[in-house]
């Protein structure tokens, strides 16, 4: 499957930001998915991830309450919204499906797509 992310952009603190991330040459929902984000200098983290139904999510400390990861299998896309931005979520987020349909105790990125700048600034 191929991950096309989409919705990057540049935005003030407290703004808001949705991303996209469209699957093509598969059913995204055979699988779970997710984003991670990397800071210039950084390692990449996980930000967020939901299982196929869309019935479940997870969220790392940093993001939780602020931003909500959703899918739309008919669409075979999921969404990031981000909500309440800091200086500190500027990074590039990539978005990744996991060869299974829910999720493990740690989410692994089996398919991943190019990045998408996300930019805050005070």
């Known amino acids: 499957v191929q991950l096309q992310a989409s919705g990057g952009g540049s935005v003030q603190v407290g703004g808001s930001l949705r991303l996209s991330c469209e699957a093509s040459?598969?059913?995204?929902?055979?699988?779970?998915a997710g984003w991670f984000r990397q800071a210039p200098g950084k390692e990449r983290e996980f930000v967020a991830a939901?299982?196929?139904?869309?019935?479940?999510?997870r969220y790392s400390d940093s993001v939780k309450g602020r931003f909500t990861i959703s899918r739309d299998n008919a669409k075979n896309t999921v969404y990031l919204q981000l909500n309440n931005l800091k200086p500190e979520d500027t990074a590039v987020y990539y978005c990744a499906a996991q060869n299974h349909p829910y999720l493990s105790a740690q989410f692994v990125g089996d398919y991943w797509g190019q990045g998408t700048q996300v930019t805050v600034s005070s």
């Open positions: 939901i299982v196929w139904s869309g019935t479940m999510t």
């Open positions: 040459g598969g059913t995204l929902s055979s699988y779970a």
